[in-house]
């Protein structure tokens, strides 16, 4: 399975930007999907996940209410738009897939360990 994330760069605080991330090799149905991120000097943090069927979302509090995670399981992508960016959006995004033996919550997928693939990151700019 190859992760390929897409669409970061550089944006105003403010701004908007969606990161895109392609699923290849197994069937993109068959996995939940999660975005996580990594600023400069910290650890990587979860920012959201989809389960495998798209009906069920989960956010960390820090971008509740401002990013939004989807899928298009035609495409075997999953998008993670942000919206109202803030400086301290600022890191490196990650995109990664779980295999999901049943539709589970995507609540279950708010930690790293749970994933099986992950992509290359993607690199997110946010100037004050």
């Known amino acids: 399975v190859q992760l390929q994330a897409s669409g970061g760069g550089l944006v105003q605080a403010g701004g908007s930007l969606r990161v895109s991330c392609e699923v290849s090799?197994?069937?993109?149905?068959?996995?939940?999907m999660g975005w996580f991120r990594q600023a400069p000097g910290k650890e990587r943090e979860f920012v959201g996940s989809?389960?495998?069927?798209?009906?069920?979302?989960a956010y960390a509090d820090s971008v509740k209410g401002r990013f939004t995670i989807s899928r298009d399981n035609a495409k075997n992508t999953a998008y993670l738009q942000m919206n109202s960016l803030k400086p301290e959006d600022t890191a490196v995004y990650y995109c990664?897939?779980?295999?999901?033996?049943?539709?589970?919550?995507?609540?279950?997928?708010?930690?790293?360990?749970?994933?099986?693939?992950w992509g290359q990151g993607t690199e997110v700019t946010v100037s004050s």
């Open positions: 989809i389960s495998r069927s798209g009906s069920t979302t």
């Open positions: 090799g197994r069937t993109f149905r068959n996995y939940a």
């Open positions: 990664a897939a779980g295999d999901a033996a049943r539709d589970y919550s995507a609540s279950y997928y708010s930690r790293s360990y749970k994933y099986d693939y």
